[in-house]
């Protein structure tokens, strides 16, 4: 019965955070003047959900919040009031106090956000405009604008928003056939059903009771009249019933609107229980209120309705029916004593069970749960709820199932294979068709499983919109934001490092790039400066493009700053890419204003480094007064890497193929010869091609034994290590393969000059070479390259 | 010996705690089965650069990266050449947020043992500049001590004594039972 409810929190908070992704987005698209009723139906629903779902998990900061929003939105929605710009701000501001809550929640901290009070005033100020639409003139009273106490009041019983004209009116008759309970379909669990479609009235209708030495507690002798106003649809409501359809007898009419009809849902007692619902959590209170006449049946079904609801009121109101004199001859006082002893106990363990599965009781009533009821937040939360976890297409996972039922039968042949007595030519043949075909599944199943971890890159992209409408009018500055490629998938562990280098970059070209109006205009470029972010794959690789066409980089301020930091010496001449690269510098920042965006010279060296660890590297083009061309490459995945198997010693290492240049035997009129360093190693360089590159021997940092010593003896490896070149000496090069990174971290520390391990064919670990650290292990990073 | 009154280190869960026992050089020691995830024989490892010399290398256990640790020389015993007799314990070691799996090299399984956490000696005081939070405990058995390590701190990341330290900590740990 108790069900522990944080194992699906997980699943709320990332349902959370997709919706409120949508409602920003949507927000985002919205045009004012002239708005699609779908995109404001599709941010109600976002913030509809995340209202129940927080109910629901007892996160009542969350709920009573959106709450506000969805009032709001549903007036906007039913056009009761008209949409306005400050409508749009604030609901972008409360998407991001909201989500601000989410993450609180999640790391299982306290919510502390100085936005949400000044926000909720906001809104209470908004709703209590008064809406300049009279659709409602019946239910004026009804409809006036919800107070900010009111906030609190739970969905299906609106405190007097009224009643919306939209509704359908739906009148079920539902005679239970007698061996409902036997089939174990209590109607009370349909009736809860049905509320939560509409606003449901249950009436119990005149009823066949047999005599009392007859009556069978485990037939069902009720008949009810439901009234349900609705939005859904009648085959919704069906589907209610449809596991009872055939042995009971139910018929539905849809009933016209009147006042009358309207008036029973807002019946005297309603109001009363509208009063109850603040202290209480009473939801369809009237239902056995309206009963007719009370006896031992109906008060004990009048309490079942009541389970999940508000037990104490419910209890106390049967009792009172109890002590009244029954109209119907209902004569054994010992029955009616029993019944109301029965019943204590059954309060007493309704308490206790309350008290105790307050969690469970918030489920059963979903999204009615009220808000002001106090559920305790689940306390001892699962500890790996900061766990990342992604939510896989089930096509994707289907085709993994297939692929491993594939692998399962070529085992399974491959078996026979193995216990036959003798190898003749045909189980030859049989077994080496056997093996082709379980490469070839173990492939595809490598590809499919590197598939679940691809997401699109848009849930990266989504947010640029936000960022880019908020910066540019705190800027005062006219940007159009292009997205393209936004289905191009990559790692969602890549995705997830991105991100913060992509803002960065997209917030310096919003501040640095892009002129403000007045300048744009008087230098014949169109009001509007464009950000473009593309992404496409080529090769193993993705590249993203974040093309602005505002100033540009202005290279001799650069050049001016970096002289004046130090970072280049005066006498030192660099061409226009050499200037380029010393905004990736640490501490450089052109900004001639330190602004919150960006000026303070961190920044641009921490994107170089992050998309360094990813593998992949920056390029940055730049045209004077056109604009700027940042290309980021990444690799698809982080979890496999093309390599080239090299041997120092008795040892193998794979160096990534990627940062790999050329390999080589250099000659020894080659090398020049640059003295030793403080570790007593040889400092030497080759001259390549009017190059000097300098040379890491690998087997002097790793203190190997190698065969070959000298330079020439070697062969030197060409690598990439930002940027400038690097020879590694190694003795040989092995096979060029694909290797799966495993983390050396994991079961052991950091080690300099190696990323990470993998596993070969024949099953021995090798590790994998992590150039830049390597380089600064042999202290070449930190000088200059020295000219001989 | 009687060992009943000695106040018990304060330990955790069940009293009594059994423990696998391992002969490395003159000593036996103890390590909490429940850490053991399994006994292998010595494989080949790769070496990691630069890494302390008791630091074997790494191998590969199904599919995971597990470094391997030769105990004799972390504890500053002389290093035992290896053949296929040789035994390799993999632990599982708690750390603050994660565990990690490590394989350590010993001479000989020995035995496992019940012991009751009220029969464990604590470590004698060795002076301030002296962590010795590794050993969870002494013990005896017949007439044999055995030293009740503590993996979780012996392989963490804490810093811990020098190979040196520990080898004369284990030289003076034996004068109670001689």
């Known amino acids: 019965m108790d069900i522990d409810l944080s194992q699906f929190s997980q699943v709320f908070f990332e349902e959370s955070l997709e919706g409120l992704s949508k409602m920003e987005s949507e927000l985002l698209a919205i045009d004012i003047d002239n708005f699609d009723q779908e995109s404001i139906n599709t941010i109600f629903r976002a913030a509809h959900s995340i209202k129940g779902g927080s109910a629901t998990f007892g996160f009542t900061e969350v709920a009573n919040f959106t709450h506000l929003l969805e009032t709001l939105l549903d007036e906007i929605r039913e056009q009761i009031r008209p949409m306005q710009p400050q409508h749009v701000e604030m609901l972008l501001a409360s998407v991001d106090v909201i989500r601000n809550m989410i993450d609180a929640l999640m790391k299982d901290q306290a919510f502390n956000d100085p936005a949400l009070a000044p926000l909720m005033k906001q809104f209470e100020q908004a709703l209590a405009q008064p809406s300049n639409d009279n659709i409602a003139t019946d239910n004026s009273a009804a409809n006036k604008v919800q107070s900010p106490n009111d906030i609190s009041m739970s969905e299906t019983t609106p405190p007097d928003t009224g009643l919306d004209p939209n509704l359908a009116l739906w009148q079920i008759d539902f005679s239970a056939g007698e061996d409902i309970l036997r089939c174990g379909n209590d109607p009370i669990y349909m009736f809860t059903e049905l509320a939560e479609l509409g606003q449901l009235k249950v009436t119990l209708k005149d009823v066949a009771y047999p005599d009392v030495d007859e009556y069978e507690a485990e037939v069902c002798y009720l008949q009810w009249r439901l009234l349900l106003l609705t939005d859904t649809s009648l085959s919704r409501i069906k589907e209610v019933f449809e596991w009872v359809e055939s042995e009971c007898d139910i018929q539905f009419t849809q009933l016209e609107r009147n006042a009358e009809t309207d008036a029973q849902f807002i019946s005297p007692f309603d109001a009363k229980a509208l009063k109850e619902a603040n202290k209480h959590a009473s939801e369809e209170t009237f239902v056995h209120k309206d009963a007719p006449t009370p006896n031992l049946t109906e008060s004990q079904s009048a309490l079942e309705p009541f389970n999940s609801f508000d037990m104490s009121s419910a209890l106390a109101e049967a009792f009172e029916q109890q002590n009244q004199p029954s109209p119907q001859a209902f004569p054994i006082e010992q029955i009616e004593t029993k019944t109301a002893d029965e019943q204590a106990d059954q309060i007493k363990q309704v308490e206790t069970n309350q008290t105790l599965t307050s969690n469970t009781t918030a489920v059963s009533t979903a999204s009615e749960q009220p808000n002001t009821s106090v559920v305790a937040r689940p306390t001892s939360r699962s500890t790996d709820i900061n766990q990342s976890s992604i939510r896989v297409n089930i096509e994707k996972v289907d085709q993994l199932i297939n692929m491993v039922g594939e692998l399962v039968i070529t085992q399974a042949m491959l078996g026979q294979i193995g216990q036959q007595e003798t190898i003749n030519q045909e189980t030859l043949i049989t077994l080496r068709l056997g093996l082709e075909q379980l490469a070839s599944h173990t492939r595809e199943l490598q590809e499919n499983v590197m598939q679940i971890r691809m997401m699109p890159i848009s849930f990266a992209f989504n947010r640029f919109p936000r960022l880019v409408h908020d910066i540019s009018l705190q800027l005062g500055k006219k940007v159009d934001l292009v997205l393209s490629g936004e289905e191009t998938e990559l790692d969602k562990t890549v995705m997830e490092k991105i991100v913060d280098p992509l803002v960065h970059l997209v917030r310096n070209s919003l501040d640095h790039g892009i002129e403000v109006p007045e300048q744009r205009r008087t230098l014949g470029k169109p009001e509007s400066g464009t950000i473009k972010l593309n992404a496409f794959h080529r090769g193993g690789n993705i590249i993203i493009e974040i093309i602005d066409d505002g100033a540009g980089l202005n290279t001799d301020k650069i050049l001016s700053i970096a002289r004046k930091k130090g970072l280049v010496a005066d006498n030192e001449h660099l061409n226009t890419e050499e200037i380029h690269q010393l905004i990736f510098k640490p501490g450089f920042s052109t900004a001639d204003n330190v602004s919150g965006l960006s000026g303070r010279g961190v920044g641009m060296d921490v994107v170089k480094r992050n998309i360094t660890e990813l593998n992949g590297d920056i390029n940055l083009s730049s045209t004077p007064g056109k604009g700027s061309h940042m290309t980021i490459r990444l690799p698809l995945t982080l979890a496999i890497l093309d390599g080239q198997l090299v041997r120092v010693g008795d040892h193998v290492y794979v160096v990534p193929l990627m940062s790999i240049h050329e390999s080589l035997q250099v000659s020894e009129r080659q090398i020049n010869d640059l003295g030793k360093d403080q570790q007593g190693h040889r400092q030497e360089v080759i001259h390549l091609r009017e190059e000097f590159i300098p040379i890491v021997k690998v087997f002097e940092q790793f203190n190997h034994q190698a065969d070959a010593k000298n330079i020439e003896k070697g062969i030197v490896m060409i690598v990439d290590c930002n940027n400038k070149k690097v020879g590694l000496l190694v003795d040989e090069l092995l096979s060029q393969q694909q290797v799966v990174i495993k983390n050396l971290e994991v079961n052991y520390t950091k080690t300099p000059g190696i990323s990470g391990a993998t596993i070969l064919g024949n099953g021995e670990v090798a590790l994998i070479i992590d150039v830049i650290s390597l380089t600064h292990l042999s202290g070449i990073g930190h000088h200059k390259e020295h000219a001989a | ?178």
Do not use: C
């Open chain 2, 1 to 178: 010996m009687d060992v009943s009154h000695q106040q018990s280190q304060a330990t955790q869960g069940d009293v009594n705690q059994q423990y696998l026992t391992f002969i490395m050089g003159p000593e036996e020691y103890g390590v909490e089965i429940l850490s053991v995830q399994e006994i292998r024989g010595w494989q080949k490892t790769t070496a990691i650069p630069n890494a302390p010399e008791y630091v074997k290398g790494v191998i590969n256990l199904r599919g995971n990266v597990v470094p391997i640790i030769d105990l004799r020389q972390r504890f500053g015993l002389n290093e035992l050449s290896y053949g296929p007799t040789t035994v390799v314990i993999v632990v599982k070691v708690k750390l603050e947020k994660n565990s990690k799996i490590i394989g350590i090299v010993v001479d000989a399984v020995s035995d496992v043992i019940i012991v009751d956490d009220k029969n464990l000696r604590p470590t004698p005081d060795f002076g301030l500049d002296t962590d010795v939070r590794f050993i969870k405990g002494l013990t005896s058995l017949s007439d044999k001590m055995v030293i009740i390590l503590d993996v979780h701190k012996l392989l963490g990341n804490e810093v811990l004594p020098s190979a040196q330290q520990l080898s004369s900590i284990i030289e003076q740990l034996e004068i109670p039972t001689v």
